[in-house]
């Protein structure tokens, strides 16, 4: 059958009676599936089977005979999503599935049609789409080109600027002033058109040309844009709340024909603007289609009443969205929790004692999630985790410390503490960019080898010789200065305070403050919780040891975990146990959109709330802390304005803290030390160990807080110096390791034979006396 051929005569009129896969859905999704004609906006809250309808849609359209599968147009955001629609549809239809040839995301189908097109834009059929990598390499060409400072003006900036242009529509001749102002001084214009040339040149084009060039081609030839326009009798779109201009724009030409466009989103789940998303597309939907029906799936079939409850009631703080209640035929469930802690770590504590509650009472941990606004918070989580023994994997990102970033930090660290450590030294000899070269780094190798010496101090040498260019041979002198420098500022300087020093004078910072891209905030504040992180710990050397014990913390794939990830990557997910951590002023809404941002970029805050509620399952616990140490101080929080919003009938609030939060910032002062007031750390598994063990754990708890509460003593100092208590030839636990004994002792470095796993080197604090 060909692409434009008439539908298959049918000698009886159509069966229009309700057919098995509608059957399944509710009255709603039903009412989405059968109303086929015109446009159709499906508003789809939180958990209420839009996948279901929107594939029961399709397979209705090809089964009643609406249209062949090849007219049918189906948009996703995802190959995932393309993917289980595709599986869907062919349960439903069997082999009539197969003919379904534009089903896909948005990208994939413009590269479809590129290909029968591109002479209209300047390309051949055969063109190439390039990655993020040979982008910046040929940006960099142009750059240097055109003889611009990359330092001032570097081309992930240049390329995140484009990718911008290209999401909203605009070619280079469409930019504004602001656009145009926006790199190098009024060049912006410019060098988009040069790149957008030699892309042409090249016969290449990137992501984002997949869909301008489309858009161009349908606003340029009205003949290309009629075909498909006629070819696609019907256009589902699943996300739509997330579709950004371009894809908006396109979306609009392709439906102008038979208007029979059925879009699906959630404007409460809108949480993308940062990369294009517009809101307002599904906020108008209405306005561009008069007469569009419109179909609410309220009924959730994931969370119980009271998640349902606080989501809903906090949502509605929004002015702009559709009006829309979720509710759920599920009986009973806790309310949302809402606690106040001390400080970052006694979350950490806290949620730890949590989850290890939950997986005494039978709670698979792979169905725990803990929700972070930022990266960095995670570092918290993790070193509790490690310590506790509690299994946890990163979603979205690397675990904090083998993030790159932090990896580079370390590397420093750790050529500062050990010289002879060449794997460190090679990682950022050129880290940031010093215009050493990978023969410079062959001749290091060379001479190191030759003469049997660090790759450092060989460099030295090389530095002083004739064997490298003079400008290669004063930048590693200079860098190798640095390091003496930094080597004696060790003995007289906190590591994070050296941390600190590193990174300024190595151009570490000037590195990320001229990275214009969307990644290098975030990487400025995971350095800074590096340095907080370090603030606990009175030597470089105690530091560097916890770390590797951290990143040596190995576990099998099999093994069930806890996910730790951002609020954004948790969208479309769901857990039955759900942690959402830092809901305070300045962490979540986050200081950028509450300075920045205005009434627009909290109301994107706020729906992130609302997605991250609406992930839990059976149990939400919401947690905030009256104090955060941030870039070095110690800062008093005040909770979000999230949680006055949160309807009272829904939550039990609950504060660690006698008084409550009020209280807290009532008797707060700046040089109070916070750890005087933390109120416990016990290891709650040992509940599970047996008498013996728990009079240890109670000992050994008993101690730490006499410790902590002496004048002027704090957690760092209380960790950094040995424990009485413990000797050579004691009997000790660890919560990771087991039962051991104690067989050297250096400091509060404890080296011990464990009955399960042999000699481990641990620090005293992590182990407690066996009963």
Known sequence: MTQNSPLPPSSAPVDETVPAYAAQLNAPQRDAVLTTEGPVLMLAGAGTGKTAALTARLAHLVAMRRAWPSQILCVTFTNKAAREMRERVGHHLGPGSEGIQWLGTFHSICAKMLRRHAELVGLKSNYTIIDT???????????????????????????????????????????????????????????????????????????????????????????????????????????????????????????????????????????????????????????????????????????????????????????????????????????????????????????????????????????????????????????????????????????????????????????????????????????????????TLEKMHQHARATQQPLAAASLQLADSDELPKRAANTIGGLLRFFLSWREAAEVMTPADLLRLVLDESGYNDMLANDRSPESAGRAENLSELAR??????????????????????????????????????????????????????????????????????????????????????????????????????????????????????????????????????????????????????????QTRGPGWQRAVSSGYETQQKRLSEPGRSAASFAAKPRSDISIGAMVEHAKFGTGCVIDQEGNKLTIQFEDVGEKRVIDSFVTLAG
């Not at 991250?612 to 101080?633: F, W």
């Not at 009272?648 to 007031?677: C, K, V, Y």
Request: glycine content about 6%; hydrophobic content about 35%.
């Open 533 to 686: 992180a370090m603030e606990e710990y009175e030597t470089l050397g105690d530091f560097l040891e916890h770390v590797s014990l951290v990143m040596d913390n190995d576990r099998g794939d099999s093994e069930e975990t806890v996910t730790i990830m951002t609020m954004h990557a948790a969208k479309g997910l769901e857990f039955d146990n759900v942690f959402c951590v830092g809901w305070e002023e300045g962490v979540f809404p986050s200081q950028r959109a509450i300075d920045e941002g205005g009434l627009a970029s909290l109301e994107e805050e706020r729906r992130l709330a609302y997605v991250a509620i609406t992930r839990a399952r059976r149990k939400c616990i919401i947690l905030h802390a009256a104090n955060r140490r941030i870039y070095g101080q110690w800062t008093s929080s005040i909770p979000s304005r999230f949680i006055d919003e949160l309807p009272e009938d829904h939550i039990d609030q609950e504060s660690t803290m006698s008084g409550g939060a009020s209280l807290w910032r009532a008797n707060w002062s700046e040089n109070e030390d916070p750890f005087a007031h933390v109120a416990r750390d016990r290891p709650s598994r040992a």
């Open 133 to 439: 990598d040979d982008q910046l390499r040929l940006l960099k060409q142009l750059i240097a080109t055109n003889e611009l400072d990359d330092k001032r003006w570097p081309a992930r900036q240049l390329a995140g600027l484009i990718d911008n242009w290209k999401n909203r529509g605009l070619n280079p001749g469409d930019l504004d002033a602001n656009d145009n102002e926006a790199y190098a001084n009024g060049r912006g214009a410019e060098m988009y058109k040069q790149y957008q040339e030699r892309m042409k040149a090249l016969n290449t084009c990137d992501f984002g040309d997949l869909m301008l060039h489309v858009l161009n081609i349908f606003r340029a030839h009205n003949d290309v844009l009629a075909e498909y326009q006629s070819r696609f009798k019907y256009i589902l779109v699943d996300e739509y709340q997330d579709t950004n201009a371009v894809q908006y724009l396109w979306l609009r030409l392709l439906a102008q024909s038979h208007k029979n466009i059925c879009v699906v989103g959630d404007d409460d789940q809108s949480i993308y603007s940062w990369r294009g998303a517009e809101v307002a597309n599904i906020l108008r939907f209405e306005k561009d289609f008069p007469g569009a029906h419109v179909v609410r799936l309220e009924q959730n079939y994931r969370s119980t009443p009271h998640i349902l409850g606080a989501a809903s009631g906090l949502i509605q703080a929004n002015s702009e969205r559709h009006e829309k209640t979720l509710w759920t035929q599920v009986d009973g469930g806790d309310k949302v929790q809402v606690i106040g802690v001390w400080d970052a770590p006694e979350e950490a504590r806290r949620v730890g004692e949590e989850i290890e509650r939950l997986e005494r009472e039978g709670a698979p941990l792979d169905r725990v999630a803990i929700l972070v606004r930022a990266q960095y918070q995670t570092r918290e989580f993790e070193d509790r985790f490690i310590q506790i023994g509690v299994n946890y994997r990163i979603i979205g990102g690397f675990r904090f410390y083998e993030r790159a970033e932090i990896r580079d930090a370390l590397a420093y660290l750790r050529v500062i503490a050990q010289p002879q450590d060449d794997l460190a030294f090679e990682r950022i000899y050129n880290q940031p960019k010093r215009g050493l070269g990978s023969k």
